[in-house]
Each structure stands twice: as C-alpha cells, then as structure tokens.
T-cell receptor, first 111, second 109 residues
C-alpha cells in the first residue's frame, strides 16, 4: 500500500514569491491534515479536511495561506506571498484506523 | 495552556541505557495517547498508542499513562543507536491530534 505522498520534497524561493505543496493521501482516508513543523518543534495543525470540507482551519494564516482539497482526495497548500518566517517543513497526514500517517514533508526555505 | 507539554531534551545516552521520555497533558473528555518517532528529514511514524492508565509494552518499548497526574511516559530498554531520533508524544481527541515539541534522542555506540 502506498503511503502519503508529498511534493516537492524541497523548495527554495525568494521572499514574496508564491509556492504550492501537493499531497496525495492514502487511498480511502477521508481525513487529511496539513501541519507546520518548525525546527526543534512538534507538528502544529494548519488545516484539517473531512472529505472535501475544511472543518478546522482556525490556525491557517488566511491572509497568505490557502488550501484546497478538490474531490476529497488530493490536496494543495499554497503560500502567497512567502515570508522569511515561513521557512519550515510542511507535513501532510491522513487518518486511518485511529492513526495518523504522515508524508515525508515539504521543506521550504525562503531567502 | 498547551494541550501537551513535552520535556525538550536533547538526550544523549550510551548504548544499552534505559531512556525515559515524558509529557504532561491537559484533560479532555475522551482521549488517548500516542508516541511517534521521527527520523531526521522524515515524517513521524507511529510507535505506540495507549488508551488507558497503566503500562503497555511492545518489545523494548513501554508506554505509560498516569491519569491522576496527567503524565505520559515512554521507556526504551536496551537502547540502540538505531533508536536515535526525535520522539513526539500526542494526545488524541476525536480527529484532533495534539503534539508535544518532541525530544531529540541520541544513542551513542
């Protein structure tokens, strides 16, 4: 069974540029999460989807961040414009059997 | 107040040592607890979960929950260099997963 797939693994951009991350969850997993992980910190929730509906986006900085999950499968997280403080790892996870399955993350560096 | 607070470390131990990793949590109506392990530049992976008070063993790993003091612990016996990673405790309530800050562990051969 394929795991959670994220791309790109690494992205380097200049500040004020846009960036997008893509996530393909495990087949059949209806609940999808995007987490932010700063260096030396634990994952912090950005947004949670139940199928195509965003049910918890209270921690998503909506002035620059947006997310979508069309057809309740793949999801995209976008940042526009990126700021220096956005440098971090963006983790996608899907839930199955009470457990979170994580992708390997997308590591963003903003210069 | 954070849902989960975790001792930050880092910890550095010799091979074969017993390791103790600790977290405290704030209460929720229904909750269970998980320990995730995260290797460098990888996503977290589930190590163990536990629903109730007491101990749960899996090989060299023991997860412990003390609900009276709101304390969760992970013990690693006979630690190996391959155990070197960051360990994340998590409290789960429904579909909400709250993670600690993680404890970085290095096991020295």
């Amino acid at each position: 069974e394929a795991g959670v797939v994220q791309s790109p693994r690494y992205k380097i951009i200049e500040k004020k540029q846009p960036v997008a991350f893509w996530c393909n969850p495990i087949s059949g997993h209806n609940t999808l999460y995007w987490y932010l992980q700063n260096l030396g910190q634990g994952p912090e929730l950005l947004i949670r989807y139940e199928n195509e509906e965003a049910v918890d986006d209270s921690q998503l900085p909506k002035d620059r961040f947006s997310a979508e999950r069309l057809k309740g499968v793949d999801s995209t997280l976008k940042i526009q414009p990126a700021e220096l403080g956005d440098s971090a790892v963006y983790l996608c996870a899907s839930k199955g059997g009470g457990e979170l399955f994580f992708g390997e993350g997308s590591r963003l560096t903003v210069l | 107040q954070k849902e989960v607070e975790q001792d930050p470390g880092p910890l550095s131990v010799p091979e074969g040592a017993i390791v103790s990793l600790n977290c405290t949590y704030s209460n929720s109506a229904f909750q269970y607890f998980m320990w995730y392990r995260q290797y460098s530049r990888k996503g977290p992976e589930l190590l163990m979960y536990t629903y109730s008070s007491g101990n749960k063993e899996d090989g060299r790993f023991t997860a412990q929950v003390d609900k009276s003091s709101k304390y969760i612990s992970l013990f690693i016996r006979d630690s190996q260099p391959s155990d070197s990673a960051t360990y994340l405790c998590a409290k789960v309530t429904g579909n909400q997963f709250y993670f600690g800050t993680g404890t970085s562990l290095t096991v020295i051969p």
